[in-house]
């Protein structure tokens, strides 16, 4: 079982052990399978791997790219997870994604495609400053990065994106 450390930024910064689910489950138009058939199939095994990260205290956050608001709704009330990742800008609406599950860790929505490669400095702080305004939640914001960049172009752009998310609170 794997484990993660990020950092939450508040007043005093502070360590949360999280679990990561990974099970690409979507894809840019949706599920790849039926809303049903992850219910009946799906559910429970979620469930069983979640049980001890819950058991040792960890944040269980679910991670699939593509479009998951179809079902959103199961993996919050019938897995009952506490965060969501990566969130991406081509499949995901994060305002709306906070307005539907306040409740939720949100992970991610800075945009992989074309900001952080091909983006200034600037427009990455920007983009960041507007997903924390939108979308921290009252303790603050998670920072982090959906994946590490191969091209190594946006490394800075990166290390900006963390830097700057810790200065605003």
Known sequence: MGRNHFRVTRRKPQLHRVFFQN?????????????????????????????????????????????AHPVMDILVEQVDVDGFNPIDQAGMDIRKLRENHPELLLFGNVDCAFTLPDGSVEEVKRETKELIRD?????GPFSGLKQRDRSGRSAGKCHGNVQNSQKIR
Do not use: Q
């Open 23 to 67: 099970d690409d489950i979507c894809g840019s138009e949706g599920p790849f399978v039926s809303p049903e058939f992850l219910e009946e199939e799906m559910v429970s095994r979620w469930n069983r791997v979640y049980e001890p990260a819950r058991e040792s205290g960890l944040k269980c956050i679910f991670h699939t790219d593509g479009n």
């Open 135 to 139: 979308i921290a939640p009252p303790g």
